[in-house]
C-alpha cells in the first residue's frame, strides 16, 4: 500500500521568511516518482518537480529546493525568501511506474506581507 | 488544446440526478486520469486510462461512479443518481504515457449536489 503523509495542514509565515513543507512517503514499490504541485486559489494544480527513486539528488530552482532522502523516505519542499504569491495549497504525490498515485492531503500555505 | 479542459466549470444538481463531466487532454497524452478533491482535502484517484489498456478503475467510489473514455482521448465521467457527498471538484490530468513528465491538471468541475 502507498501513503503520503504532509503532517502540516496549515503554515502562516510572514514575507521574506524561508519555510519547508514536509513530505513523508510509504510504498513497496522500488521505483517510483515523486512530485510536487502548487494549487494557488483558482485553483489549477501546477507541476513542480518530478523526483525519481534512484535520483537522489538535492535540486534548486530558483527560491524553491527539494530534499529527497531515501533513508528517511521523506521529500521535503523548501521555498526561501517566501513571497506572498506563494501562497497556495502544496501536495505531495507518490507515483509509482504506471497507475494509481497517492497524494498527500496538502500543506496550506499563508504568505503574510 | 494547449491545456487540459474540463466541462462545466460549475454544476449544481439535484440529489439522485445522473451527471456527465467531461474532460479533453491535451492532444498527444495517452494518460487520463480522474480524480476528486473534497473541500479541504486532498486529491483522492479514481480511474486511470493509458492508451489501449484496460483502465485501472480501483479508486471509483461506488458502481454509481463509471468513466469513459472515447478514441483515446475525450472522456466522460458520469455519476449516476447523485448523493450530496458526491459534492466536491474533479480534477482530470493527462500527461504523455506515464507519470514520467507529471501530470497537467485541468481547472476542474466543481460539482454541488442539493
Known amino acids: 500500500a502507498q501513503k503520503v503523509t504532509q503532517a502540516q495542514t496549515e503554515i502562516s509565515v510572514v514575507e521574506k521568511e524561508d519555510v519547508t513543507l514536509d513530505c513523508v512517503y510509504e510504498t513497496r514499490d522500488t521505483t517510483y516518482y515523486l512530485f510536487w504541485y502548487k494549487q494557488p486559489p483558482s485553483g489549477e494544480l501546477v507541476f513542480l518537480i518530478r523526483?525519481?527513486?534512484?535520483?537522489?539528488q538535492n535540486e534548486i530552482s530558483g527560491r524553491y529546493s527539494w530534499n529527497f532522502q531515501k533513508s528517511t523516505s521523506s521529500f521535503n519542499f523548501t521555498i526561501t525568501a517566501s513571497q506572498v504569491v506563494d501562497s497556495a495549497v502544496y501536495f505531495c504525490?507518490?507515483?509509482?511506474?504506471?497507475?494509481?498515485?497517492?497524494f498527500g492531503d496538502g500543506t496550506t500555505l499563508t504568505v503574510k506581507p | 488544446g494547449a491545456g487540459v479542459s474540463q466541462s462545466p466549470s460549475n454544476k449544481v444538481t439535484e440529489k439522485g440526478k445522473d451527471v456527465e463531466l467531461r474532460c479533453d487532454p491535451i492532444s498527444g497524452h495517452t494518460a487520463l486520469y480522474w480524480y476528486r478533491q473534497s473541500l479541504g482535502q486532498g486529491l483522492e484517484f479514481l480511474i486511470y486510462?493509458?492508451?489501449?489498456?484496460?483502465?485501472?478503475k480501483s479508486g471509483l467510489p461506488s458502481d454509481r461512479f463509471s468513466a469513459e473514455r472515447t478514441g483515446g482521448s475525450v472522456s466522460t465521467l458520469t455519476i449516476q443518481r447523485t448523493q450530496q457527498e458526491d459534492s466536491a471538484v474533479y480534477l482530470c490530468?493527462?500527461?504523455?504515457?506515464?507519470?514520467?513528465?507529471?501530470?497537467?491538471f485541468g481547472s476542474g468541475t466543481r460539482l454541488t449536489v442539493v
Open positions: 490530468a493527462s500527461s504523455f504515457r506515464g507519470p514520467l513528465r507529471g501530470y497537467t
Open positions: 486510462f493509458q492508451g489501449n489498456s484496460a483502465p485501472d
Open positions: 504525490a507518490l507515483i509509482p511506474n504506471a497507475g494509481k498515485s497517492t
Open positions: 523526483r525519481n527513486s534512484f535520483d537522489e
